[in-house]
């Protein structure tokens, strides 16, 4: 079984500025794809960017972009220029490649706060 | 708007009660997916059905039940509910079924279920 492990229950940053956040897994499969998802106060869960575990280049989206260790199975989202809009609670998540379906696994989620 | 839909948003009834939730998948996915938020376990995997028939299954309840129709709406069910079953409840939706590429989910806005 797949999990999921990001240890920063909460963070802050300033607006403008630059956050990283921790995500690492733990699974058996080689082939997987990873994503960031973003969950503001309205409750709607957001897809912020995706990585295939295939791909050694990291995905970028806009200010979005990912840091992604396949040995040291870590992958962390870094936030550039920082905007109030980017408050939320963001999960990590996992997906395993193949006939099983496609269930995403969670993290606990790090909610992230942008001061003005 | 995902293009998720999902009803109702809210729903508050009594222990012991049965509820149906109800949700219509963006138009062209085939896959539906259940997902638990509650405060003390996180975002979990329910079920999910491709095109009628169920595809995977994750930590569902017994009381819990789920179908996806011919129009692709999918409901869940959920019967003898307990305190412990309030939580917000949500149904994401994709093209594939999880045999190739990176499918990726599209969430509805969730239902909020408060049991009393």
């Known amino acids: 079984a797949q999990t999921v492990t990001q240890s920063q229950p909460e963070m802050s940053v300033q607006e403008a500025e630059t956050v990283t956040l921790s995500c690492t897994y733990d699974?058996?499969?080689?082939?997987?794809?990873l994503f960031w998802y973003k969950q503001p106060p309205s409750r709607q869960m957001i897809l912020v960017i995706r990585?295939?575990?295939?791909?050694?280049q990291n995905a970028t989206e806009n200010r979005f972009s990912v840091n992604f260790q396949k040995a040291a199975k870590s992958f962390s989202l870094k936030i550039s220029d920082s905007q109030l809009g980017d408050t939320a609670m963001y999960f990590c998540?996992?997906?395993?490649?193949?006939?099983?379906?496609?269930?995403?696994?969670f993290g606990e989620g790090t909610q992230l706060t942008v001061n003005p | 708007d995902s293009g998720v839909t999902q009803t109702p948003k809210h729903l508050i009834t009594a222990t012991g009660q049965r509820v149906t939730l109800r949700c219509s998948p963006r138009?062209?996915?085939?896959?539906v997916y259940w997902y638990q938020q509650s405060l003390d376990q996180g975002l979990q995997f329910l079920i999910q059905?491709?095109?009628?028939?169920?595809?995977a299954k994750g930590n569902i309840l017994e009381r819990f039940s789920a179908q996806q129709f011919p129009d692709l709406h999918s409901e869940l069910n959920l019967s003898s509910l307990e305190l412990g079953d309030s939580a917000l409840y949500f149904c994401?939706?994709?093209?594939?079924?999880?045999?190739?590429?990176?499918?990726?989910?599209?969430f509805g806005a969730g239902s909020r279920l408060t049991v009393l």
């Open positions: 138009s062209g996915d085939l896959s």
């Open positions: 994401a939706s994709s093209v594939a079924n999880g045999l190739s590429g990176a499918n990726v989910l599209t």
């Open positions: 059905y491709y095109n009628g028939e169920e595809r």
């Open positions: 699974t058996s499969e080689s082939n997987y794809y």
């Open positions: 990585q295939e575990a295939y791909k050694q």
């Open positions: 998540a996992f997906m395993k490649h193949g006939s099983s379906g496609s269930r995403l696994t």
